[in-house]
């Protein structure tokens, strides 16, 4: 599959599901749970048994879910009876997931709220709604490559900073090495200075 910037298409699937069970849109990339419904056993699980502030998706915070193979990251929205969910392989940490959970469950919210009650669980496939999701992961993209821009630049500042700490230490260290050193010298012939009271020259040793 194709690899985006952020890693956006790195997941595998991402669904908005009703109160009633119905999907009401979808985008799949590839089966990260081998064919296998990972959001089903979130539902049947943790959701319907209420234990959903175990996984840590309690009073609308971004849950996790793993069964090893596949990671699920869902919020629930009660007001809007919607579940917004996104499938990820197990081994990858995608930090950007929680706020693209978010923007995604509020933008479809929103145009769910123009149907009348009704006329929700026939929202699926909802195919409108994959232009608007995508521009939501485009902005993700963004934001992710802007950060680890800034990231780089701020690591790259303070390198800057430190070699430089390094670089005046080692001048200072050298200047108070010929300061300190400029007397104890031997002069280009080898020799030193005898006591005065010798007179003459005696070999340096």
């Known amino acids: 599959r194709k690899l985006s910037p952020c890693g956006a298409s790195m997941l595998d699937?991402?669904?908005v599901v009703g109160s009633s069970g119905v999907?009401?849109?979808?985008?799949?990339?590839?089966?990260?749970?081998g064919g296998g419904d990972i959001v089903g056993e979130l539902i049947c699980r943790v959701l319907l048994e209420e234990r959903?502030?175990?996984?840590?998706?309690?009073?609308?915070?971004?849950?996790?879910?793993?069964?090893?193979?596949?990671?699920?990251r869902w919020v629930v929205l009660n007001e809007a009876n919607l579940l917004v969910a996104a499938v990820h392989q197990a081994s990858l940490v995608l930090p950007y997931v929680e706020a693209l959970l978010?923007?995604?469950?509020?933008?479809?919210?929103?145009?769910?709220?123009?149907?009348p009650p009704e006329a929700h669980d026939g929202l699926f496939p909802c195919d409108a709604f994959s232009?608007?999701?995508?521009?939501?992961?485009?902005?993700?993209?963004?934001?992710?490559?802007?950060?680890?821009?800034?990231a780089r630049k701020q690591?790259?500042?303070?390198?800057?900073?430190?070699?430089?700490a390094t670089r005046k230490a080692q001048r200072e260290e050298a200047l108070g090495h010929r300061r300190g050193g400029g007397e104890a010298?031997?002069?280009?012939?080898?020799?030193?200075?005898?006591?005065?009271?010798?007179?003459?020259?005696?070999e340096a040793a």
């Open 102 to 115: 978010r923007e995604t469950a509020g933008a479809f919210a929103a145009r769910q709220q123009a149907l």
């Open 52 to 72: 959903a502030a175990a996984y840590g998706g309690g009073g609308g915070g971004v849950g996790l879910y793993s069964d090893g193979k596949a990671t699920v």
């Open 185 to 202: 010298a031997a002069p280009a012939g080898g020799v030193t200075p005898a006591a005065e009271e010798g007179g003459g020259f005696e």
């Open 23 to 33: 999907v009401r849109w979808s985008k799949e990339w590839a089966p990260a749970d």
């Open 13 to 15: 699937r991402v669904c």
């Open 131 to 150: 232009p608007a999701f995508d521009a939501l992961v485009a902005a993700a993209e963004e934001r992710a490559a802007g950060e680890k821009r800034a």
């Open 155 to 164: 690591r790259t500042f303070a390198e800057s900073k430190k070699y430089e």
